[in-house]
T-cell receptor, first 118, second 110 residues
Framework: GAGVSQSPSNKVTEKGKDVELRCDPI?????LYWYRQRLGQGLEFLIY????????KSGLPSDRFSAERTGESVSTLTIQRTQQEDSAVYLC????????????????FGSGTQLSVL | ELKVEQNPLFLSMQEGKNYTIYCNYS?????LYWYRQDPGKSLESLFV?????AVKQEGRLMASLDTKARLSTLHITAAVHDLSATYFC??????????FGTGTLLAVQP
């Protein structure tokens, strides 16, 4: 597609349920990021995929959070046993990737998934 | 660990006035980005700054980078209401991931 696509756009779930968020990056983009943005807050880094390298999971807040990416395509972010503090907008972004060229690092963001945990 | 801080966190400006947003970062980096986020929308890229002394300008916004001071500024000239948004800086780290600042909410009042 022309841009980064995220689904669903909104998700309401009950505390304790598992949720899966999907991100379709721009075709050809080797780098993919997940960020979390709580209401009125900045962007919190969660995880970073770059090509076939091992993902940087240093931002995942707990072992309830996990993410996968198939090759250089779709990524899913899974939150198990959701808690109310997980409520936030989850943003996905992709780029051409570093490869020593900073101009390729410019991020293109999806419109996000608004997650509400009741 | 790379940390990125912005100030102020909130800025209320009158139309026609000038002001500057500051972005400080904690470790050496050779690239810095500015993004804009409108309410309820996602982020859009504004500027990429790649070297010490780099300056980029578009319209009423001008961004600069001082890598020695680990500081970038986003200067707003003669603000207009359309500039109201949240502005984020992001810094490239050693592991090639981008770390975002806390954001500055800019409200331009008529």
């Amino acid at each position: 597609g022309a841009g980064v696509s995220q689904s669903p756009s909104n998700k309401v779930t009950e505390k304790g349920k598992d949720v899966e968020l999907r991100c379709d990056p721009i075709s050809g983009h080797t780098a993919l990021y997940w960020y979390r943005q709580r209401l009125g807050q900045g962007l919190e880094f969660l995880i970073y995929f770059q090509g076939n390298s091992a993902p940087d999971k240093s931002g995942l807040p707990s072992d309830r959070f996990s993410a996968e990416r198939t090759g250089e395509s779709v990524s899913t972010l899974t939150i198990q046993r959701t808690q109310q503090e997980d409520s936030a907008v989850y943003l996905c972004a992709s780029s051409l990737g570093w490869a020593g060229d900073p101009t390729n690092e410019k991020l293109f963001f999806g419109s996000g998934t608004q997650l509400s945990v009741l | 660990e790379l940390k990125v801080e912005q100030n102020p966190l909130f800025l209320s400006m009158q139309e026609g006035k000038n002001y500057t947003i500051y972005c400080n970062y904690s470790t050496t980096s050779d690239r810095l980005y500015w993004y804009r986020q409108d309410p309820g929308k996602s982020l859009e890229s504004l500027f990429v700054l790649l070297s010490n002394g780099a300056v980029k300008q578009e319209g009423r916004l001008m961004a600069s980078l001082d890598t020695k001071a680990r500081l970038s500024t986003l200067h707003i000239t003669a603000a207009v209401h359309d500039l109201s948004a949240t502005y984020f800086c992001a810094v490239g780290g050693a592991t090639n991931k981008l770390i975002f600042g806390t954001g500055t909410l800019l409200a331009v009042q008529p």
